[in-house]
């Protein structure tokens, strides 16, 4: 089995999405956890220095979406995505809608509404790590989230081929 390493926050959907699919796909991998203040490792592991981040046999694949498109071309059974080119373009609509629409939502909710939910997901950011983390932890995400959510914007329309 291939050397494979998943670069992750464990509290990230889209590191979750990752670990099912590679479950999914029955391939044998660990994790490296960047939960508080390890996180700022992250930013060296790519060019958008961003998690997930996947090592496999040496190459090193960024971002959740382009990470299950080069398993799928490494391990293609089982597949995650339907072969049916309509129903596949139909995935990768809702895939794409999920991580750059909805997550965003979800965050600007934690964000702007729910101090305990956003006080759970500073403590999930920071399992396995000292107490003090929490506070330069929660400093960093509560900024992040006021900068990130107002720029997120819906990505234009991708138009199916009729029958």
């Not at 496999?56 to 490494?74: K, M, N, P």
């Not at 995650?80 to 794409?96: G, K, L, N, W």
């Not at 965050?107 to 997901?121: F, I, K, N, S, Y």
């Amino acid at each position: 089995m291939p050397a494979v390493i998943l670069h992750q926050w464990e509290r990230s959907p889209f590191c979750a999405k990752v670990r099912k699919v590679m479950s999914h796909k029955g391939i044998e991998f660990s994790v490296v956890n960047y939960n508080g203040l390890l996180g700022r490792r992250a930013a060296a592991l790519s060019a958008v220095g961003q998690l997930p981040v996947l090592d496999y046999e040496g190459e090193r694949i960024q971002d959740s979406t382009d990470i299950l498109a080069f398993l799928e071309t490494r391990v293609p059974v089982p597949s995650v995505v339907p072969t049916d080119p309509r129903s596949r373009a139909m995935a990768m609509i809702i895939e794409d809608w999920a991580d750059e629409s909805l997550f965003w939502y979800a965050m600007a909710t934690l964000r702007m509404g729910d101090p305990v939910a956003l006080a759970e997901h500073i403590e999930s950011l920071c399992l396995g790590r000292p107490s003090w983390e929490r506070i330069p932890v929660g400093i960093v995400v509560r900024k992040m989230y006021r900068r990130k959510t107002p720029q997120r914007r819906p990505r234009p329309a991708i138009l199916i081929p009729g029958p």
